[in-house]
């Protein structure tokens, strides 16, 4: 399998080492605004009813979604197994896990304000850094691990971890104040646009996570429109960008 790379939802807040790779692709329609690609409908129906031929679709439109779901989202196994679509079904049937997804269903049916922001914010970013490319974006149901995936020109967004600060699931399973803060619906596009541009502009040097991390979040402000992330070390970017207008985004993410 060709290399996938996952951004972890604690990356944002711990700054953990990882990679990325992000190959060129698009979900811009003629109007040039992207639209979000239901895989999560797809994964549902088969989750819920066991109906192969919604499996099968998955598998069908969905090859490299499908194969990153199971073998390195979930890691049930290998895709050409002959007992994973069992076990892909019998994973999700915990409980917790069928109330994610009825959950999801429930607050996530409509996604045309996250598609109108995505469209807004990209073009943003865009303008910002000329040579962007845009990637292939998709939602999906995970089990409480990546908040958002990136690779192979993809990224999907893992539905479950925007539930709402106060989700009763959120607060059983032991997830902390500030991990809970992020994980609603108003940081969807934040957390991509921050987990792209990572994938652009990796750090390679764990030492220096910390401050990479804070100009990540000052162009995610910068393209947002307000201050998301206000943390010490975004600040001192903010007044360095400041005292350095001829400097460009490329310029500052690229300077490791």
């Known amino acids: 399998m060709r290399?996938?790379?996952?951004?972890?939802?604690?990356?944002?807040?711990?700054?953990?080492?990882?990679?990325?790779?992000?190959?060129?692709?698009?979900?811009?329609?003629?109007?040039?605004?992207?639209?979000?690609?239901?895989?999560?409908?797809?994964?549902?129906?088969?989750?819920?009813?066991?109906?192969?031929?919604?499996?099968?679709?998955?598998?069908?439109?969905?090859?490299?979604?499908?194969?990153?779901l199971i073998e390195n989202v979930l890691r049930l196994g290998h895709i050409d197994e002959?007992?994973?679509?069992?076990?892909?079904?019998?994973?999700?049937?915990?409980?917790?896990?069928?109330?994610?997804?009825?959950?999801?269903?429930?607050?996530?049916?409509?996604l045309s304000d996250i598609e109108e922001q995505l469209s807004e914010t990209f073009q943003r970013l865009e303008?910002?850094?000329?040579?962007?490319?845009?990637?292939?974006?998709?939602?999906?149901?995970?089990?409480?691990?990546?908040?958002?995936?990136?690779?192979?020109g993809l990224l999907g967004i893992s539905l479950d971890k925007y539930l709402g600060t106060n989700h009763p699931i959120y607060l059983r399973y032991?997830?902390?104040d500030q991990q809970r803060a992020m994980m609603s619906r108003e940081y969807i596009v934040p957390d991509c646009l921050g987990f792209y541009l990572l994938s652009l502009y990796p750090f390679t040097d764990e030492s220096q996570a910390d401050e990479h991390m804070a100009k990540i979040q000052y162009v995610v402000n910068k393209v947002m429109g307000r201050k998301i992330f206000t943390k010490d070390k975004v600040k001192d970017v903010e007044e360095y960008m400041d005292g350095n207008p001829r400097l460009s985004i490329n310029e500052l993410l690229m300077d490791k």
């Open 174 to 176: 032991g997830y902390t």
């Open 127 to 152: 303008d910002m850094i000329p040579t962007l490319q845009m990637p292939q974006v998709y939602a999906q149901i995970g089990s409480l691990d990546q908040s958002i995936v990136v690779g192979e």
């Open 82 to 110: 002959p007992d994973i679509n069992q076990r892909f079904l019998v994973f999700f049937q915990d409980s917790t896990l069928q109330a994610l997804i009825g959950d999801v269903e429930k607050q996530y049916a409509d």
């Open 3 to 68: 290399k996938i790379y996952f951004i972890l939802f604690s990356l944002m807040l711990a700054c953990v080492g990882c990679q990325w790779n992000l190959s060129n692709s698009t979900t811009e329609n003629d109007n040039g605004r992207i639209v979000i690609e239901r895989y999560d409908r797809l994964e549902r129906h088969f989750l819920t009813t066991g109906d192969t031929a919604a499996l099968q679709q998955m598998k069908t439109d969905y090859p490299v979604q499908t194969q990153t």
